[in-house]
């Protein structure tokens, strides 16, 4: 059993719908197939001696829905169907949630300050939606792309 304190992310199936209606995941642009990186990923992974990897730590809490567009995730609990919430982060279980998190990365990594431009390209082709694989040639330069990532 869990208690009151547990922390708990649902995924929500957003790709159910009534018949004849549209799901919210069939009306959503989903972006582009993210299941071809990962091929590449790996292979630019494996030319490292040293591999390193790692992931954001709760990513897709750290996005937040705009106000107008939380109207269009609106759901209700089964136990209470009179109160209807929100999502005011990106909701696990949709469509486009992955593109959503993979363009925000790459829009923080490509703004990034000009002194980090080293590590900005070698992580550019590094993400698969929260994970990172990436490496580097020697002792020296993990304990340096560590600290500064």
């Known amino acids: 059993m869990q208690s009151e304190t547990t922390k708990i992310r649902p995924v929500f199936d957003a790709s159910t719908c009534e018949k004849g209606k549209p799901s919210l995941s069939h009306c959503l642009f989903k972006g582009i197939n993210l299941i071809e990186l990962v091929p590449i990923v790996i292979d630019r992974f494996r030319t490292y001696p040293i591999g390193l990897s790692g992931d954001i730590e709760k990513a897709f809490l750290m996005m937040s829905v705009t106000n107008q567009d939380r109207e269009f995730l609106r759901f209700f609990c089964p136990c209470d169907e009179e109160l209807v919430y929100r999502h005011c982060r990106v909701v696990l279980g949709v469509s486009c949630s ?15 300050p000009p002194e980090f431009h080293d590590m900005v390209e070698k992580l550019k082709g590094s993400f698969y939606v929260d994970n990172c694989l990436t490496g580097v040639n020697d002792p020296c330069d993990q304990a340096s792309f560590i600290e500064r990532t």
Not at 98 to 112: E, G, K, Q
């Open 98 to 112: 992955p593109f959503l998190l993979n363009a925000s990365i790459l829009y923080l990594v490509d703004n990034s």
